[in-house]
């Protein structure tokens, strides 16, 4: 269980995403990405932009709770992706690194791209921008909202 909490902001998605797309120029270009959904649509779509990549796949993994033994399942394969031969494959985070070790599995060729990394998912990664500790839950753009707080003044009121 996390007991940390690191929010991440619409301009800080993109400007790392921006990054990532940057240090995979290099490496490209690539015939084309495989997003996994869905945390991987948003950061797929704006590397795509970057890399000029119009052909974009994606790969469904629901991993199921304790009761299903937190097995994943692929509910919708990459079909167009192959072998992974001159894809990219990109997500929003690795934690565990079960999501990755599948999608890689089912994609050897093809190289794996992040923005966020917890140390047990690292290795499974090529490619990541920003670490994050491991007890730390990444909080994302579309998992957050404005939220009315208190001033210190009226804090006490409330209590
Ligand atoms: O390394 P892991 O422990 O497998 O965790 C990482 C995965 O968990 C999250 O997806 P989630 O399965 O919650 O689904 P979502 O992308 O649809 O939100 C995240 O987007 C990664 O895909
Ligand atoms: N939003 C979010 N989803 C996750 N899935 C696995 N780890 C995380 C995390 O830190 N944040
Ligand atoms: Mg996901």
């Not at 269980?1 to 991440?8: L, S």
Request: aromatic content about 8%; overall charge negative; proline content about 8%.
């Amino acid at each position: 269980m996390a007991t940390n909490y690191a929010t991440v902001t619409w301009d800080q998605l993109h400007r790392d995403a921006r990054l990532l797309a940057e240090t995979l120029m290099p490496r490209g270009p690539f015939k084309g990405i495989v997003a996994i959904t869905r945390g991987g649509l948003i950061p797929a779509a704006i590397i795509a932009r970057e890399m000029d990549c119009r052909l974009i796949e994606t790969i469904s993994v629901v991993t199921y709770d304790e009761e299903h033994q937190g097995k994943p399942n692929v509910v919708k394969a990459p079909a167009a992706a192959g072998d992974g031969e001159g894809f990219l494959i990109v997500d929003d985070l690795v934690d565990s690194g079960v999501t990755a070790q599948l999608v890689r599995q089912l994609l050897p060729k093809a190289l794996f791209a992040c923005l966020y990394a917890k140390p047990s998912g690292k290795p499974l990664t090529d490619l990541f921008v920003v670490e994050v500790p491991q007890d730390t839950w990444v909080l994302f753009p579309w998992d957050t909202a404005p939220l009315f707080v208190p001033p210190l003044a009226r804090k006490s009121d409330a209590a």
